[in-house]
């Protein structure tokens, strides 16, 4: 039974647009969220990160915003770089539990 | 370099083998954890060790084990292997799990 979903496998965005990736999750008692990059023939790297007490965390380009109600969350990239195509999961836990991966996005930044 | 290292990097072996994939957690991290990524889906967790101890168990089959050793390292079992336990195998330390993991590159495993 998959907890955390990411419906869309493929995203492509021109270089300088708002590229918006999503997650949705089954568990409400999830109250820590990631974002983790990946590149081919690499492990996954952690990006951000998002509590359950918050709605936004924003770190330079990268914005993760969470929809409780909606157990929804999203990533935005902001501009988009050609450096930034790779596979994004976004990840869900209970606190001191391990972690739920999505099945990933993959992003794609046309130059 | 993510500081987490797994070995080897790449293994092809028949089915019906026994293979043994290893993960050194970096330096001060107690915690690991191991996760199956197979063609189109996400990172399922396998199991996780604290300290030496088993922590929690996800989607792990009867014929994989692990263990994590004193000197905190871990190694991944996995036995009898069928053509669908093909995939890439993630090793991940934290020291804080609560603040996410240092991820391996991983061992890509191909069952022939």
């Known amino acids: 039974d998959q907890q955390v979903k990411q419906n869309s496998p493929s995203l492509s965005v021109q270089e300088g647009r708002i590229s918006i990736l999503n997650c949705d999750y089954t568990n409400s008692m999830f109250d820590y969220f990631l974002w983790y990059k990946k590149y081919p023939a690499e492990g996954p790297t952690f990006l951000i990160s998002i509590s359950s007490i918050k709605d936004k965390n924003e770190d330079g380009r990268f914005t993760v915003f969470l929809n409780k109600s909606a157990k929804h969350l999203s990533l935005h990239i902001v501009p988009s770089q050609p450096g930034d195509s790779a596979v994004y999961f976004c990840a869900a836990s209970i606190t001191g539990s391990q972690f739920y991966f999505g099945t990933g996005t993959s992003l794609t930044v046309i130059p | 370099d993510s500081g987490v290292t797994q070995t080897p990097k790449h293994l092809i072996t028949a089915t019906g083998q026994r293979v043994t994939l290893r993960c050194s957690p970096r330096s001060g991290d107690l915690s690991v954890y191991w996760y199956q990524q197979s063609l189109d889906q996400g990172l399922q967790f396998l199991i996780q060790?604290?300290?030496?101890?088993?922590?929690a168990k996800g989607n792990i089959l009867e014929r994989f084990s692990a263990q994590q050793f004193p000197d905190l390292h871990s190694e991944l079992n996995l036995s009898s292997l069928e053509l669908g336990d093909s995939a890439l195998y993630f090793c991940?330390?934290?020291?804080?799990?609560?603040?996410?993991?240092?991820f391996g590159s991983g061992t890509r495993l191909t069952v022939v």
């Open positions: 060790y604290y300290n030496g101890e088993e922590r």
């Open positions: 991940a330390s934290a020291r804080d799990p609560n603040y996410g993991y240092t």
